[in-house]
């Protein structure tokens, strides 16, 4: 009696667990503006519906030492620099685009996450959630402004 209840239930897991864990390739674009300093370090970074801290996508700067200087992003994140590895790279030069691709879950979609984006630059202000894009269906390929640094902001879906 309980061998078909079980083989039933094992059956149905294996149908819908892949179906949970079904992800997108998302590619986030965020050109800078001219604004006439060195290269900008940029946290791209994911934030649930209560604006917690989900996790780093990608940070744009080689020195961690002036990690401090994307502030919400290291408030957030807590410093998490023992989860950096493979999601780091050079700083951005004004005018130029920061592209990066990543999987995410679906069950993000519209779900109240956010991708934010800080922006810090040498001698010149910091500017944390410079960018803030609802990670919604709709809102794929709509640009964003940023506040400072940052020209335009997108992310396509995959």
């Known amino acids: 009696m309980y061998r078909p209840l079980l083989t039933t239930v094992a059956a149905a897991c ?4 892949p179906a949970l864990a079904q992800s997108r390739q998302v590619t986030i674009s965020a050109t800078l ?12 970074y994911l934030t649930d519906a209560r604006g917690a801290y989900a996790g780093t996508l990608w940070v744009a700067g080689g020195k961690a030492k002036y990690y401090k200087h994307l502030r919400d992003w290291a408030r957030l994140s807590a410093g998490d620099a023992k989860r950096l590895d493979g999601v780091t790279g050079a700083s951005v030069g004004a005018g130029r685009t920061l592209k990066v691709t990543a999987d995410l879950a679906d069950a ?27 990670l919604t269906s709709d809102g794929s390929g709509k640009a964003s402004a940023g506040r400072q640094y940052i020209q335009s902001a997108t992310y396509q879906l995959q």
């Open 33 to 44: 503006n001219n604004y006439g300093g060195d290269g900008a370090y940029l946290a791209v």
């Open 14 to 17: 294996a149908l819908a667990l």
């Open 108 to 134: 993000l979609m519209d779900a109240g996450y956010e991708i934010r984006i800080d922006a810090a630059v040498e001698d010149m202000r910091e500017s944390p959630s410079e960018v803030r894009l609802p």
